[in-house]
């Protein structure tokens, strides 16, 4: 077992039994091993692995953004390959930039990160999830249609059903912040008829786990909308 290996697997160690300080010590002395790191994806990791553990796990918010945006720049010229590095880096990054009130700086982190992990249809449709439930929950209602439909262009085009209605479903959570019910509710009649179809296909296509959620999510959309134009009941 390499240095960094052993380094990094007492650093899991010490992160399971909250001893954090030790951990971050594991972290930085495998970073330290400059001569066993073996490319800029392996750099990348460990610095996002730290940046997670300090974003998480302390109060030292500068320095987990400082790793997370080396974990960024290391990979910047070498994404292909690194989608998952670049995924979990920027979403990280994002949440951290909105907590400063930074909002412009966290849907810019989300855009370019999406961009860059065009090539992996998981990776690319969940930084626009992240990027979507931003939008909303900013009340940037124009910018959260406008990913929405980027992304049901994005899954039309590689041709990925099951993505597509995760992003059907994310417009019923526009119309809902926007109150509009109606609009809602037709659209989870359209939804309802495309999840019957994935009912159909094989579960390499769509995983029973997939039809779970996507049956919970729909049915929760569908009872909200329901509620609403039903308004209070009397007593």
Not at 188 to 217: I, K, N, W, Y
Request: proline letters at 2%; aromatic letters at 6%.
């Amino acid at each position: 077992m390499s240095t960094i290996s052993a380094l990094v697997a007492m650093a899991e160690h010490y992160r399971e039994v909250k001893d954090f300080k030790r951990c971050i010590h594991c972290y930085l002395g495998a970073l330290n091993v400059k001569e066993e790191i073996t490319g800029d994806r392996q750099a990348a990791q460990l610095n996002l692995q730290l940046g997670i553990v300090l974003l998480e796990e302390t109060t030292n918010l500068d320095v987990a953004k400082a790793h997370l945006l080396k974990a960024l720049l290391l990979i910047e010229e070498t994404s292909v390959g690194c989608e998952d590095i670049c995924c979990i880096a920027a979403i990280a990054l994002s949440k951290l930039q909105h907590s400063e009130e930074r909002l412009a700086d966290a849907k810019s982190t989300l855009e370019n990160a999406s961009v860059r992990c065009s090539g992996q249809a998981l990776y690319h449709s969940r930084l626009l999830f992240q990027l979507i439930s931003l939008q909303l929950e900013t009340s940037d209602f124009p910018g959260a249609l406008l990913t929405i439909g980027r992304g049901v262009e994005y899954t039309s085009t590689c041709n990925n059903a099951v993505l597509k209605l995760f992003f059907r479903l994310s417009e019923g959570m526009y119309h809902i912040k926007q109150q509009q019910y109606m609009e809602c509710m037709a659209l989870m009649q359209f939804c309802r008829v495309e999840l019957d179809q994935l009912a159909a296909m094989p579960t390499d296509v769509c995983s029973p786990g997939a039809r779970c959620e996507l049956q919970v999510l729909m049915s929760v959309l569908q009872f909200t909308c329901a509620h609403h134009l039903e308004g209070p009941k009397k007593s």
